[in-house]
Nanobody, 123 residues
């Protein structure tokens, strides 16, 4: 069983920054992909960024490229999402997820999900 716990969300003004954390526990994650997704009210859950624990491969959604950075601390089993130059359209619940099959941008590939953390960007 895999447990994922997100933290770091909050309210920020447009142009500001937040760093989300996702602490993973329960298994050995060396072959897992770790992803960040978000879901705004009335919208489908969408991909934000993904990486894995070993190869260092990284993917970003076009909407966040150049503003968001995904990173990991293998010793702490923690994945981070640094979000800069935030926009009101980044407002959503952000979820961390783990994919046993490797790194993917598809929400359907992820078997384990955290509870989510709210990010609100005011204009």
């Amino acid at each position: 069983q895999v447990q994922l716990v997100e933290s770091g969300g909050g309210l920020v003004q447009a142009g500001g920054s937040l760093r989300l954390s996702c602490a993973a526990s329960g298994r050995t994650f060396s072959s897992y992909g770790l992803g960040w997704f978000r879901q705004a009210p009335g919208k489908e859950r969408e991909f934000v960024a993904a990486t894995d624990w070993s190869s260092g491969i990284i993917y970003y959604a076009d909407s966040v490229k150049g503003r968001f950075t995904i990173s990991r601390d293998n010793a702490k089993n923690t994945v981070y999402l640094q979000m800069n130059s935030l926009k009101p359209e980044d407002t959503a619940v952000y979820y961390c997820a783990a994919d046993p099959g490797g790194t993917s941008a598809s929400v359907y590939e992820y078997d384990y999900w955290g509870q989510g953390t709210q990010v609100t960007v005011s204009s």
